[in-house]
Each structure stands twice: as structure tokens, then as C-alpha cells.
């Protein structure tokens, strides 16, 4: 059979998961950098192929009944995925750490792992195996497939968690299901992201940030019928190589998802040019400030790996559309670069959070995802090099394949490149963007983005 994505998921049971050792109610306040996030939830899934030779002791039942035991250990730890947010006084969101617990839902659909048509999520993932979230910071579904596979897949807070720590939360939790300690212990020291005082802050900063209240008009689509859409792709690590090599020009050595985020500015400059009346067009890419804000200091450096929540900025590039289709792949390289620069020194990290004490307590939000009706088409690039889908073994074996997945609903476009499970090298790109640049992406550049099949991943051995 091909792929598959008309199919039923019926569910068999919900609950809620607290966690086994509860602490004390108390309040969790938002960091300056959790405050910059809006209110949307992000989707990450994992597929299992059904486990061969361990007799009943691997039915789904009793792969569930292991899911939940780790789960309510690994809460003691990752308390903020069982709490809820709340407003205070002055209408700032807080988390109320009163373990509230984790939807559980247990499901069965009716196909088989082999013919999920992986590369339209929309229609095989979003709704079916992936669980919309209705209360509280964290949902999770596990759902039996037909051929007695197992897809795992969390829906989570974006405000309470970036992927970093969603990574750390989700490899505990596989830890405690292999009945192993935990090998990192997440810090919730929110003092690490105090702002400075007085506060310094670069001129910069309001090009890439701005308060709501200044928010642009929405954006008219190009055609009505056109809309953001998510699909997924398989790249191979000899076009990687061979775009990283086009990208470096010079002795400028330019890394591969500068290279890829080039490449991909390339693409949706031409889409610009055939169909929209843009004379410019905007790329963001998504930086962690770990590493920035624990430089100088082994201790802080320490509790920075370890810290959950949001160390995010989103610095970003504006280009004329005729530019970025004329000159060469290394050109375009080069801007990445520059506008990348900027943000990825402690100093930038410092500056953004005392840039949001300054405007607190009104909300605030990246510039780019914030795409108004005179600006061109714009689109984030989040490297998802960190994606530890390997590590997600619940005692089962690894997924045979694992994604984020965020439709997050705005008018800015959102690519994720993560490592695939079957190849070293190979990467695996989520994208959520408009229909029409998806559609010219697969024509015009077949060779490096291939739609995502099974084929592509291990199915030795079963299914």
C-alpha cells in the first residue's frame, strides 16, 4: 500500500499523570525570555516499530503502563510540565508549580507504520497522533498502530519550554523508563536571567524585537486559496556537503545550516519574484544563549546547560528579492552570516533581557514573526541539530523516526533540520510554509529536497 492519511484514531482512554513525589505548591516566575514567547504549543512524535522477540511483555498495555511510571518519576524533576499558567496581578502569565499532572491519552488508528505518509503531516499527524492540548503545560498520546507499531508524541507550552529543554525532559524521560537515573538534572534558577541594573541595552535590539501594542496590520495573502502548510523532507548528507561548499567562498568557511538557510532564502526569493509584488523578503534564525550566557564562568556555564525555559533570540535578515536570486549561493552565505553575528555573543543575550525589563509588563515578540501587510514573505529557521531522536528508548528501541511539528498559526514560516535516525549526516527538515513555495521548492530543487517516505528510514527486521 502507499502512504496513508485517511485513516480512524479511536480513543480508548484519557488520564492525568502527576508526578510520584510532589513538591510543595509554589509559584515559577517567567524569565524576561520566556516572556518574549507567545501563547502556542509545539508537537514533537516518535514511531516505533512493533518490538520483535519479547513475547507479551511488549504489548501496548504494558508499554503504556512503562510510559506513565516514568512519566510521574521524571515530573518530580520537570515539575513546570505538570503545572499550570496563570495571570498575576499585573497580567504577566506565571507558573503555578501545583502538579497538576499531564494529559495521558491512549489511542489506536488504523494503519500501518509503513504507510504514514510522513511528508503531509497535516493530514496524517496533526489531529490524529499528535494531541492538542487543553489544559495545563504538557499533553502526551500514545496510540497503537495496526501493525502493532507505537507512535509517542507530546504537545507541550512553548512559553514554559524551547526545544533544548523539551530535548533534556524527553531523553529523562526515556532514562526512567530503561529504569536508569536521570543523566541530566533540569535548573529552574531563574535568577540566571536576571537583568542587569542599571540595564544596557543595544540600539539593535528594537530592530528585532517590538512591543504588540506596535504590532503591523495583518498581512493579505497573496491568493486566498494559498496557505501555510507543513511538509517534511528527506536530505542527504552529499547535498549538505556539496551546498556547505557552494556556501564558502573566499576561505569564509560557512556552516552547513548557514549554508542550508541560504539555500532555502534562494528558493523563497524566487517564489517572491513569479507570484508576489515583494521587493524584499525576510529570513530569522533561531539561536540558543546557553553557551553565551556561561561564558566566563564554569559555574553559571554549568547551570546554563541545565537550564529550563527559554534561551532564545531570533535575529534575522532582510534582503531585496532581485539580490538574493542573482548573486551566488556564497553571497547569500555571507548575509546569513553578518546578521547572525550579531546575536550570538553573551552580550546580545544581556542586552535582550534588560530590553524586556524596559518594556515590561506589556507583551512583547520577535519582529519577524510579526509580518505586517507591506513587508515581504518571511520564514524562521530553527536548527533541530540537537534532536536527540536516538536517545527517546523507552526500552523498546529507538524510534525509527522522530519530528517536531509546529502549524504554530502565524504568517511568518517555520523550517526545523534535525539529524535522521538511519543515516549519519542525513538530515530531516519539517517545514511549515506557504503551499505555493513548497510546491516551486520540490520542482526547482528536487534533487536536494525529497519528499519523505519510509524509504528512507531502517524497516529491517519487521513491519
Same mark, same amino acid.
Given at each position: ?15 492525568v499523570?502527576?508526578?510520584? %513525589?510532589?513538591?510543595?505548591?509554589h509559584w515559577?516566575?517567567f524569565?524576561? %525570555?520566556? /516572556? /518574549? ?24 498495555g ?7 511510571k516514568?512519566?510521574?518519576q ?9 503545572s ?6 499585573v497580567?504577566e ?6 502538579n497538576?499532572?499531564v *494529559?495521558?491519552?491512549e489511542?489506536?488508528a488504523? &494503519?500501518?507504520?509503513r504507510? /504514514? ?12 497522533l499528535?494531541?492538542k ?5 504538557l499533553?502526551?498520546?500514545?496510540t ?25 525532559f524527553?531523553?529523562?524521560?526515556a532514562e ?25 541595552i ?6 528585532m ?5 506596535s504590532?503591523?496590520?495583518p !498581512? ?7 496557505? %501555510?502548510?507543513s ?11 556539496e ?8 576561505g569564509y568557511?560557512?556552516? !552547513?545550516?548557514e ?16 507570484? *508576489?509584488?515583494?521587493e524584499v ?11 553565551? /550566557? ?7 556555564a554549568?547551570?546554563?546547560?541545565c ?5 532564545l ?21 555571507n548575509?546569513?552570516h ?7 555573543? !553573551? ?13 515590561r ?15 515581504g ?13 536516538s ?9 525509527? +523516526?522522530?519530528s ?16 535522521s ?7 530531516? &527538515?519539517?517545514?511549515? %510554509? +506557504? ?20 524509504d528512507?528510514?531502517? +524497516?529491517?527486521g519487521?513491519?
Amino acid at each position: 500500500m502507499g502512504a496513508e492519511r485517511d485513516y480512524t484514531v479511536t480513543v480508548s482512554k484519557k488520564e492525568v499523570v502527576a508526578a510520584v %513525589l510532589p513538591l510543595q505548591e509554589h509559584w515559577l516566575p517567567f524569565s524576561n %525570555l520566556d /516572556l /518574549l514567547l507567545p501563547a502556542v504549543d509545539v508537537g514533537v512524535f516518535f514511531c516505533y516499530k512493533k518490538a520483535v522477540g519479547v513475547g507479551d511483555a511488549m504489548s501496548f498495555g504494558s508499554m503504556v503502563s512503562v510510559l506513565k511510571k516514568a512519566m510521574a518519576q521524571a515530573l518530580v524533576s520537570y515539575y513546570a510540565f505538570a503545572s499550570e499558567v496563570v495571570p498575576n496581578t499585573v497580567g504577566e502569565p506565571e507558573l503555578v508549580c501545583n502538579n497538576r499532572g499531564v *494529559d495521558f491519552i491512549e489511542a489506536y488508528a488504523d &494503519v500501518e507504520l509503513r504507510n /504514514l505518509d510522513l511528508h503531509n503531516p497535516d493530514e496524517s499527524i496533526e489531529g490524529k497522533l499528535v494531541p492538542k492540548k487543553k489544559q495545563g503545560v504538557l499533553s502526551v498520546q500514545a496510540t497503537e498502530l495496526r501493525c502493532g507499531g507505537l507512535v509517542v508524541a507530546c504537545t507541550f507550552d512553548h512559553r514554559i519550554a524551547d526545544a533544548y529543554s523539551a530535548n533534556m525532559f524527553l531523553v529523562s524521560w526515556a532514562e526512567m523508563a530503561r529504569s536508569k537515573s536521570i543523566s541530566v538534572v533540569p535548573s529552574f534558577r531563574r535568577s540566571l536571567l536576571n537583568p542587569r541594573r542599571p540595564g544596557r541595552i543595544d540600539p539593535s535590539l528594537d530592530d528585532m524585537y517590538m512591543p504588540i501594542s506596535s504590532l503591523p496590520p495583518p !498581512k493579505q495573502h497573496h491568493q486566498a486559496t494559498d496557505q %501555510l502548510i507543513s511538509r517534511i523532507y528527506y536530505i542527504a548528507a552529499e547535498q549538505l556537503n556539496e551546498l556547505q561548499s557552494l556556501a564558502c567562498s573566499n576561505g569564509y568557511k560557512r556552516t !552547513k545550516i548557514e549554508s542550508f538557510s541560504a539555500f532555502l532564502w534562494k528558493m523563497v526569493a524566487l517564489v517572491a519574484a513569479k507570484d *508576489d509584488d515583494s521587493e524584499v523578503t525576510k529570513m530569522g534564525i533561531v539561536v540558543d544563549g546557553r553557551g553565551r /550566557l556561561g561564558e566566563g564562568d564554569k559555574d553559571r556555564a554549568s547551570l546554563m546547560s541545565c537550564y529550563f525555559g527559554n534561551v532564545l533570540s531570533i535575529p534575522y535578515g532582510s534582503q531585496r528579492v532581485n539580490e538574493l536570486i542573482e548573486r551566488p549561493l556564497s553571497w547569500v552565505a555571507n548575509q546569513v552570516h553578518n546578521f547572525l553575528d550579531q546575536a550570538v555573543t !553573551k552580550e546580545h543575550f544581556l542586552g535582550l533581557i534588560d530590553w524586556v525589563e524596559a518594556h515590561r509588563p506589556e507583551p512583547a515578540l520577535a519582529k519577524i514573526y510579526s509580518n505586517g501587510s507591506d513587508d515581504g514573505p518571511a520564514f524562521v529557521v530553527s536548527s533541530g541539530q540537537r534532536f536527540p531522536v536516538s536517545k527517546v528508548d523507552f526500552g523498546w528501541g529507538c524510534p525509527v +523516526f522522530g519530528s517536531y511539528h509546529f502549524p504554530w498559526g502565524g504568517d511568518a514560516g517555520y523550517v526545523m533540520p534535525m539529524p535522521s535516525p538511519a543515516r549519519e549526516g542525513d538530515w530531516v &527538515v519539517y517545514m511549515h %510554509l +506557504f503551499k505555493r513555495q513548497l510546491d516551486l521548492i520540490e520542482t526547482e530543487a528536487s534533487h536536494v529536497f525529497r519528499p519523505l517516505t519510509f524509504d528512507y528510514l531502517d +524497516f529491517s527486521g519487521s513491519n
